[in-house]
């Protein structure tokens, strides 16, 4: 599949796309500043993912709406894993940080290679909710904290934090209370006024100016301070390979995290305007963008939900607006870093904090509730775990919920009988219902793969029907139109079925195989040559 870069760009539209970019940029510096932040790193570490990273990602990536960059996720996860392992803002753990990007990447790329973009289809949409919410709440602890001048230590788990916050009220600092409600109201307000304006970029402007003036910082409002100007430089972290080892089962977590919503998104966007995505392709695409965080020193890197939808409501077509985005981050790391130094972390906080309210999920657990309260437990246990025990446990939670689902799925898969209706036609009965399809002929269908994980199920329902069948069964035909595979354990199922027909002098026949997979089920054993009826 050969995609062009910036594709979807037209004469026409070049104009809009250029303002989509300038609108990107003004989101982007402030949230990538508030995510380094919460993982515990430089600005520097989210303005450098801006640059080299998402130059990459367009130039590899199928999705011409999806923008790149570190969100709300990936840094709680580097926070709470390399947080452990190292003093949160030392150099040793901006460098695990970098490492951590690293080996992400290399997973990514190593999906693309074989062509795992199908693992998007695997956690479900509760999951996901849950999961993704427990980060949020967290997060959004943290930036409560920050919003009333409260210290809370960035590693401390949920509860600490709740623990933190609520012994610190007392000394919460006015200024930033002020600062914080300000910045909200512009937000909230602003958003309902005119959603398009850049207003995160009004907030940064408005509070920074206000600090300057009143000279809030000299009142204990904790602001940004100097920001190192300058390229990011390319390099590589060096660490012991124990460090590179600790660090891998939280880099295959963000790998997972992204494959998951990442690829999901690109498909969407893909479906809703019309143009092809290739799943491998952008697994290939965040795997060199994470390595080239890695090595120009940043942390990981995935897919931003907000900012994509600020993109497409802004008019984007393509991936110029993140182009234009690295550029004004360039400009900006060259000579204008010296404005970032006054910016309060209040309004930051606030700017992240309005961010992540949609990652809550209330809505989506609402409904899930209303209408599925089976998958509403699904993602209540994932929020609880993600929450209360730690991202990677959320993560693991996440796909053993995942792997039981589709087992659980699977090993109920329903069996029929093809019985005869009164105007001459057929109609498919539970294999309980005790009906044959003529008196003396039991034809069954199973409407699913047979494998490890339902052939129990399939041969307990055979002869539950042939039990219960209101005439004596003396032919059972299984019709294996909609089963599309089969494997070893199947095939010793049906060696067991064979034997426990003979007994009871039931001859087994098999109808409407596959062509294409006869071959193979004649292989392993689960149907035999000379009583096979073909398709038709």
Not at 49 to 61: G, K, N, Q, Y
Not at 153 to 180: D, R, T, Y
Not at 463 to 490: F, N, R, Y
Request: proline share 5%; hydrophobic share 55%; glycine share 8%.
């Amino acid at each position: 599949m050969t995609i062009r870069p910036l594709a979807g760009l037209t004469a026409r539209s070049v104009g809009r796309e250029l303002l989509a970019g300038v609108t990107l940029l003004a989101i982007a510096v402030p949230l990538n500043i508030g995510y380094a932040q919460i993982a515990g790193l430089p600005p520097t570490a989210g303005l450098y993912a801006l640059i080299v990273p998402t130059i990459i990602f367009v130039a590899v990536t199928s999705s011409r709406h999806v923008v790149a960059s570190p969100d709300a996720a990936a840094a709680a996860l580097v926070a709470s894993s390399v947080g452990g392992l190292a003093v949160a803002g030392s150099d040793q753990y901006l460098v695990m940080a970098m490492a951590q990007a690293i080996i992400s990447g290399i997973a990514f790329v190593v999906m693309a290679v074989f062509r795992l973009g199908f693992l998007a289809n695997f956690l479900s949409a509760p999951i996901l909710i849950g999961f993704v919410a427990g980060l949020a709440l967290d997060i959004l602890v943290s930036q409560i904290a920050k919003m009333l001048g409260i210290p809370i230590e960035s590693g401390s788990e949920f509860l600490e934090k709740l623990v933190q916050l609520a012994e610190g009220l007392p000394h919460l600092n006015v200024w930033a209370l002020c600062i914080s409600a300000g910045s909200l109201v512009i937000l909230l307000l602003g958003r309902r006024w005119l959603r398009v304006a850049p207003w995160a970029l009004v907030v940064i402007v408005v509070s920074t100016i206000t600090v300057s003036i009143t000279d809030a910082d000299q009142a204990g409002v904790d602001v940004l301070g100097e920001v190192a100007g300058g390229l990011p430089t390319l390099t590589w972290p060096i660490l012991d390979w124990g460090t590179w080892i600790a660090l891998i089962p939280s880099a295959l977590a963000l790998t997972l995290v992204t494959v998951a919503e990442g690829l999901l998104l690109s498909r969407s966007y893909g479906e809703r305007h019309r143009y092809r995505t290739d799943p491998n392709r952008d697994l290939l695409a965040f795997g060199l963008t994470n390595i080239a965080a890695g090595a120009s020193g940043s942390f990981a890197i995935g897919s931003s939900t907000s900012r994509s939808a600020a993109m497409e409501q802004a008019g984007a077509r393509s991936q110029l607006p993140a182009l234009v985005t690295a550029a004004g981050t360039l400009l900006l790391l060259l000579f204008g870093t010296s404005a970032l130094a006054l910016i309060p972390s209040p309004a930051i906080g606030a700017v992240v904090a309005v961010a992540i309210l949609p990652l809550l999920g209330i809505r989506e657990l609402t409904r899930l509730w209303r209408v599925e309260r089976g998958e509403f437990l699904v993602a209540a246990v994932c929020f609880a775990v993600t929450l209360l025990v730690g991202t990677i446990a959320g993560i693991a939670v996440a796909f053993l919920l995942a792997l039981i689902n589709v087992t659980r799925r699977a090993a109920s898969a329903p069996v029929d009988v093809l019985a005869g209706a009164e105007d001459g036609g057929a109609i498919l009965e539970t294999a309980e219902a005790g009906t044959t399809t003529v008196p003396g002929v039991l034809i069954l269908r199973l409407a699913a793969p047979l494998f490890f994980a339902n052939a129990a199920s399939f041969v307990g329902a055979v002869k539950t029907s042939v039990g219960a069948a209101d005439t004596p069964v003396h032919h059972l035909v299984i019709d294996l139109e909609s089963v599309t595979d089969a494997d070893v354990t199947a095939a010793e199922a049906m060696t067991g079925l064979r034997d426990w027909l003979a007994a009871r002098d039931v001859q087994l026949a098999f109808s409407r195989p596959r062509e294409h997979l006869l071959p193979r089920f004649r292989r392993l054993g689960v149907i035999s040559r000379r009583r096979t009826f073909p398709l038709g």
